[in-house]
């Protein structure tokens, strides 16, 4: 699709081949939190809902309320099974005619199918990906690539704002998102038109992979669905309650995670520290014994160490303790682990 430079890495996410590194991952990881990062986002799943029955189908299957998401807005939520399990985090996007659900990394086929299991008189189901693709753009100085790309007026929408607007000739969907707690923005173009805006992109910011991505979304406490939600485990232990409104009338699962939230059981915490990046499943002990596992962890480049999330009983799941990975001392910690540059960035 677009002309990646020789060393590219690539790996596969579900039922999707990615760009995982552009360069090192510290360059990558530079890129977006010092200056700006050009993300190749194809590989999110794109799903269109339209129809009478719309409105309401999209309510029943989103674990967030978007009974009043107007065509200008967007907003994060999960999609979730009858068993209250995720089947995946979308960014659903306001349409005049219905609503736009965007995957995550390679999740779209999944997501695809679960939406066409359920009831859905009077709603028509279309993967839009064969025909629109994504480009991601993060950063503390991406606003500045927005202005000069498209119109001056757009970094500065609210959060979670949309806008149909053109480029060179080019109808696009524009949306102020973001992953990383940087500056995010997202290009939703035609496949056929996204190899321009690529590279007239690519003359004002680096190009980043997933992995940068996905690491700066960890020091931020954003979820990253294949990396936490194991078979069997709730929203709840996860930590991503944010993500639901368990205040709604009713949503597909929303009874077994009313059930968790009653439940005495182990939550979700991060951590660093350690000489060496503990696997999956490896054992945290406190003083000796065991209390929980580790559920993901990636090497920090902002903090120059192992950092990542464990899964301990709840009554030790608060930051400043110091527990054992494997025998390594670890400490856990509050969210954002890493303060992005954003957040002290004005846009101008």
Known sequence: MYAHPEGTVFGEVLDARVPLRFGTLDEDYRALRERAALFDLSSLGLIKITGEGAAEFAQRVLARDVEYLVSERCMMSLVLDEAGQIVDQVIVIGREDGVILESSSGAGPRLLAHLLAQDHPGVEIVDISDALIVIG???????????????????????????????????????????????????IVPVSDAPRLWAAALEHARPAGLDALELAMLEVRQPVVRHEASEGTSVVEIGANWLLDITKESFVGKEPVLAAFAEQGRRTIGFSGGTTVPEPGATVTAAGQVVGTVVHAVHSVGLGTPLGLIRIDEDLAAAGLELAVDGAEIVTLTSPYVLPKSWSVPII
């Open 137 to 187: 753009l993060e950063g503390p100085y991406a606003w500045g690539v927005v202005g000069r790309l498209l119109d001056p007026e757009l970094p500065a929408l609210p959060f979670e704002s949309v806008v149909d607007t053109e480029w060179e000739g080019m109808k696009l969907l524009f949306a102020r998102t973001g992953f990383t707690g940087e500056y995010g923005y997202q290009f």
